[in-house]
């Protein structure tokens, strides 16, 4: 049995290719908040938040409160899932909102997600 450490390549589908920090949350913010219109839900309040991994690679963070009815929100989640390149979520809150009322009366679902990425400008 070698000592040698095993060199592992760093997935390229999780790395986001920015310049800058900043480049990183505003291109996260751009995806995350286009997700949320295109799925139906209204985003609510939003913000870059702080990061507290000790991580291999540089992070950027964003949190985002939304609403919207829970179908809205299982089709953000799913499109979530879906981007390329991938987005990791670190906490995900969904909790009852305020009966919608009209002729569609329907159950309206707040969701809280805190959302991070790994970036480099190498990528």
Do not use: C
Not at 16 to 40: C, F, H, M, R
Not at 67 to 82: I, S, T
């Amino acid at each position: 049995m070698s000592n040698d450490a095993i060199q592992v390549e760093f997935p390229a589908e999780l790395m986001w290719p920015e310049e800058t920090k900043a480049d990183a949350e505003l291109s996260l913010q751009k995806v995350i908040v286009d997700l949320a219109s295109k799925s139906g839900m209204k985003a609510t309040t939003f913000n870059n938040t702080l990061t507290k991994r000790n991580a291999q690679r540089a992070i950027a963070s964003f949190n985002i409160e939304m609403e919207g009815v829970l179908d809205d929100a299982y089709a953000f989640l799913a499109g979530l899932e879906a981007h390329q390149p991938k987005i990791a979520v670190g906490n995900l809150r969904i909790r009852p909102g305020q009966l919608r009322t009209g002729p569609a009366k329907q159950g309206v679902v707040r969701v809280q997600v805190d959302l991070w990425i790994y970036w480099s400008s190498d990528a």
